[in-house]
């Protein structure tokens, strides 16, 4: 219904004093920049970001970082890291107590730990479970009176009520059961299902028993039954086995030490068989609603919102298991004060926020305003934020020690490097001579791309030239000269010196590309970078890159894409160069150096040999290293394999890196981690404390609105008193007299 309101003067004025105050009450008691729903204010959650959607969700597939900040407080492997001490050492997580570990020979005698690998024929871990945990809410485990399962044939209807961001938990009446041995065990068989293709399943078919040939028979099955859902639970695996309900054993080929880390990685976490047949419903798998979209697990926390273009949430599980914090840690633990919730229950927040932020510096504001908990440090942002003092000292600036925000800072066990696909005609060659060139070419790019200056200007210091695939922190690396990469660098006056850009040109002349020029047709080299944006794809570093080779003639082409396309390259080796890094997923040089190890090529394996490297003598190597305990021998095969891969140039060691954390005053037992993931359940938050500062540091500033509305009284005051003379004339155009 339409209406008109007769305008007075006297409703003008009371118009325009509503129009001044609007904004004042509307004010009072919120901010208005706030980007949380108001419902979640003052609520014990944590608020974090991430920047590229997670590809996979699936605990037998991801394998990156912005996948695995998920996974890891959902699932429980048998294994984690204590949270506090160093060297990092393993305990239980969902075990009664460390695996027993025994060693056989091939007539089935025992032997003792210390017996040399080649004596070795199988290796037994044993384990038990522990008997208190069960699996979050979820309708896989919802059952009628009956017994019979309520949603394992979802109707038209139902499967699109888990098409939107509340997937499966959109269905009432979830259920739950308790944990099962063989729920390890049908994890350890998905490893195995072609469909799933996951990246460890060479290296693991390599160990476990049986694993490779269960692979042949669920391919067999699933060619005789194309998009059939292949149950697992009856095909068998002499590799692993529930001698009971709550009793795991997993039987290697001869000895691996380094699987007892693998027990701590998310390939190795529980998946029941309920769950897998869930997500195998045709109807389902035609809504792309999968295990690789919805994740089920035991951990602290359980996802409940998934949109991975904005936001996605965990929130407590409300069947989590009695876990405590840890009273103990290393030296200065007690007074950082991460002592302070000895024995506190986990989790210690209700929940988890991460809202997708593509850029850095809108991320940066609202770390500022309050509404992230913790950051890093862009370079754009690390003057603002951080002042080193004349002794080389980090500390935060004063406007951020006056919020109260903190800086930690680590060493990572991670390298960044730029990748050569070896499948590449120009980079990696297809003859011998081919090869040979562009082993050449490589070496000339690895001296020219000065990684000093780039550290410098992008990285504001936070980083070390890199000298190999192995990081400091592990095994294998040695600092000063005996661990330079004499390809790249000499030993003088005591410090590393790059070598000059005549011997790269040299070197680009003997690749057969003089000047950057082909001898034969003198066309110029054009080498081609995919990358994704941001980071080490931003075009201020791709312009630096580009400077750098022109000093040779290359030209560079950067091709920028989203990660998930930039990912599907790799697996088809249709890129040419390319960044990456990678982050210890245990502290053992095997985990490093399994990345350039053959039967780990990305496009003939599925594996992570991005590099698609292939070198029968360092394969070799790599075979014997993996299996030797560190000390000497091991580190005089490590140096033979550093000098292939070095002379190779399958990389360019980029830069190990330094990590600058902040964090806000109100965000407690924050401890940087370099290879465990499933720290959020420790850390601490004081809500009210959060909530008053955000307040504080938001409050809208209303004093433009009055010079706004002055204005617009100024420019109204004639039209008004103008019309008001013409109220007061009659309808023969003379004035009233007003009594």
């Not at 030296?331 to 210690?348: K, N, T």
């Not at 299996?627 to 060691?653: C, F, T």
């Not at 965000?667 to 993931?677: P, R, S, T």
């Amino acid at each position: 219904m339409l209406f008109l309101l007769k305008i007075t003067g006297r409703n003008l004025w009371a118009l325009l004093l509503a129009a001044l105050l609007l904004p004042v009450l509307t004010g009072c008691g919120t901010e208005w920049n706030d980007p949380y729903p108001s419902s979640e204010r003052g609520s014990n959650r944590l608020y974090t970001s991430f920047s590229e959607r997670p590809k996979h969700l699936d605990p037998a597939i991801a394998y990156s970082n912005n996948e695995i900040v998920f996974l890891a407080q959902i699932y429980e492997p048998p294994l984690q890291y204590h949270y506090l001490k160093r060297p990092y050492t393993l305990i239980p997580a969902t075990l009664e107590g460390q695996p027993d570990v025994r060693f056989y020979d091939k007539t089935g005698r025992p032997l003792a730990e210390s017996a040399p690998s080649d004596q070795v024929a199988r290796t037994v871990y044993r384990m038990k479970l522990r008997d208190d945990i069960r699996y979050q809410p979820h309708p896989a485990f919802s059952l009628n009176a009956d017994g019979t399962s309520r949603y394992m044939n979802l109707d038209a209807s139902q499967a699109r009520a888990v098409q939107g961001a509340n997937g499966p938990m959109a269905l009432p009446e979830p259920g739950t059961r308790s944990l099962k041995a063989q729920d390890y065990v049908y994890q350890i068989k998905r490893l195995a299902h072609p469909a799933v293709q996951s990246p460890i399943f060479v290296m693991m078919a390599e160990h476990i028993q049986g694993l490779k040939i269960l692979s042949e028979d669920i391919k067999t099955r699933s060619d005789a039954q194309p998009g059939a859902w292949i149950d697992l639970d009856p095909l068998p695996l002499s590799g692993a086995v529930a001698i009971d309900d709550h009793t795991l054993e997993i039987t290697l080929e001869g000895k691996y030490p380094q699987f007892i880390y693998w027990l701590a990685m998310n390939f190795f976490a529980p998946v029941p068989r309920e769950v897998d047949q869930f997500y195998g419903q045709p109807a389902l798998r035609r809504s792309n609603v999968s295990i690789d979209t919805w994740p089920v697990g035991t951990g602290p926390y359980m996802m409940v919102h998934n949109n991975p273009n904005s936001r996605i949430e965990l929130a407590r599980n409300p069947n989590f298991h009695d876990e405590r914090y840890p009273c103990e840690g290393e030296p200065g633990d007690a007074a950082a004060g991460l002592l302070v919730d000895c024995d506190a229950r986990l989790p210690l927040v209700d929940g988890v926020v991460f809202s997708r932020e593509k850029e850095s510096l809108p991320y940066w504001n609202k770390f500022l305003q309050g509404y992230y908990d913790e950051s890093g440090i862009s370079s754009d942002s690390f003057d603002q934020a951080i002042r080193v003092t004349v002794s080389g000292d980090v500390n935060v600036s004063p406007a951020m020690a006056e919020q109260g925000i903190r800086l930690q800072t680590a060493v990572r066990t991670s390298v960044y490097y730029m990748g050569f696909n070896l499948l590449d005609s120009v980079v990696g060659g297809k003859t011998p001579e081919e090869q040979r060139r562009a082993k050449l070419l490589r070496q000339a790019l690895s001296i020219a791309l000065d990684q000093e200056e780039f550290i410098s200007i992008f990285l504001n210091g936070r980083g070390h030239p890199g000298m190999g695939p192995i990081p400091p922190g592990i095994f294998g690396y040695l600092p000063g000269q005996a661990g330079i990469n004499p390809v790249v660098y000499t030993w003088k006056n005591g410090a590393p010196q790059r070598r000059s850009l005549n011997e790269a040109k040299a070197l680009l002349a003997q690749a057969g590309w003089p000047d950057g020029r082909d001898r034969r047709s003198g066309k110029p080299l054009v080498l081609n970078l995919d990358t994704t944006s941001g980071g080490l794809g931003d075009k201020s570093t791709m312009d630096w890159m580009s400077r750098q080779l022109n000093q040779l003639g290359i030209q560079l082409v950067v091709r920028s894409t989203d990660f998930n396309r930039f990912q599907e390259k790799l697996r088809k080796g249709s890129a040419q160069l390319y960044f990456l890094g990678w982050n210890a997923d245990y502290p053992d040089p095997e985990n490093f150096f399994f990345l350039l190890y053959g039967p780990e090529g990305k496009v003939a394996h599925g594996g992570e040999n991005t590099a698609n490297y292939s070198n029968p003598e360092f394969d070799r190597l790599f075979r014997v290293m993996k299996n030797m305990p560190n000390g000497p021998a091991r580190q005089q095969v490590i140096d033979s394999m550093l000098k292939l891969v070095r002379e190779d140039a399958p990389w360019i060691y980029w830069f190990y890196p330094k990590t600058y954390v902040l964090r806000h005053g109100w965000l407690q037992n924050l401890k940087l981690n370099n290879v465990a993931n499933n720290t959020l359940k420790y850390q601490r938050m004081d809500a009210d404390r959060r909530e008053a500062m955000r307040k504080s540091w938001n409050r809208p500033l209303l004093w433009p609105f009055g010079f706004l509305i002055a204005g617009i009284l100024a420019l109204l005051w004639p039209a008004l008193r103008a019309y008001r003379s013409r109220a007061d004339l009659d309808a023969f155009g003379q004035r009233v007299r007003k009594s």
